[in-house]
């Protein structure tokens, strides 16, 4: 049998408030409850991801930044969260500290790429990136370390632009820090049939973008945006909500997709 490698995905969009955090979240615990073991790590100084699976500050001994500085291993700073196979590495303040420190260090764009090419790391079946909203040396690494980019975008009137920026960005980032940087899909979130412009959202980019964008569309639902106050995933919050379904039909096109990338 050929060797099952795992596969990092970055979730990133350089705008913010777009469902990143909520998609990372959502489908990790998605792809877990379906019985793969799944890692996220908060690459986010503002922490929402870890703050989302019921990480307490006070918990977090160390997090991402240790792991990207390299003073600790995966194992080191990985926290199991309440969804069985869903661990992740959280993240605190340290990582403003990040860009001005890495400064000093060799490798800087590839230190997180370095930290999950452990063991440890191939534990797990897939990596999920949860990104800034910018592209800096965060960013970065998460782009030089990941397989692919995942890209949530909010069906809004400027949602086109910000696709072909972030398009534009991940063509740099291939002819610099990871030449064979792969689109792993577009997620379209915060859908609401009841706006006709969402819908022409939908249409474009459907026309322009194609078969990379998932078939499921994440619709607005409050469920979905109470869960992290009760810090947990909106598919153990409510399992039966709009969202949470969405996430998990989302979660099997995502594994559908992987056997067809792995089959070819
Ligand atoms: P990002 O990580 O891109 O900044 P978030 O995932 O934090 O975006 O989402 C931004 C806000 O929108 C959060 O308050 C979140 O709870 C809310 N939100 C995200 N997805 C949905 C959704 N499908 N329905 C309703 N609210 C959502
Ligand atoms: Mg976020």
């Known amino acids: 049998m050929m060797f099952e490698k795992n596969r990092i995905i970055t979730i990133a969009n350089q705008k913010g408030g777009v469902g990143k955090t909520t998609t990372a979240i959502n489908l990790a615990t998605a792809l877990a409850a379906i019985g793969e073991r799944v890692l996220i790590v908060d690459l986010d100084p503002q922490g929402n991801a870890s703050t989302g699976l019921g990480i307490d500050r006070r918990d977090r ?3 991402s930044y240790d792991l990207l500085i390299g003073s600790n291993t995966i194992g080191e700073t990985v ?3 309440a969804v069985p196979n869903l661990d992740i590495v959280p993240s605190t303040m340290d990582l403003l500290g990040f860009e001005m420190e890495a400064a000093s260090l060799p490798n800087r764009a590839f230190r997180l ?8 790391a191939r534990t797990y079946s897939y990596i999920l990136l949860d990104c800034p909203p910018s592209f800096n040396l965060l960013t970065m690494n998460a782009m030089a370390a990941a397989h692919s980019v995942l890209v949530p975008l909010q069906c809004e009137f400027f949602a086109l632009e910000g696709l072909s920026q972030l398009l534009d960005t991940v063509n740099q980032v291939r002819q610099t ?3 064979t940087l792969d689109i792993q899909g577009i997620v379209l979130t915060m859908f609401d049939a009841r706006n006709n ?5 939908v249409n474009d980019v459907r026309t322009h973008l194609g078969e990379k964008v998932y078939h499921t569309l994440i619709p607005r639902n409050v469920r979905v945006s109470e869960a992290p ?3 947990k995933p909106a598919i153990l919050y409510d399992l039966k909500c709009a969202g949470s379904q969405a996430y998990l039909q989302l979660a099997s096109e995502v594994i559908q997709r992987e056997r ?3 089959a070819a």
């Open 113 to 120: 790429k370095s930290a999950l090419s452990s063991e440890q």
């Open 229 to 231: 106050s009760h810090g």
């Open 197 to 201: 412009l969402a819908q022409q959202v």
């Open 177 to 179: 820090v990871n030449p």
């Open 79 to 81: 926290v199991a969260t």
């Open 260 to 262: 067809l990338r792995k």
């Open 61 to 63: 001994k160390l997090s």
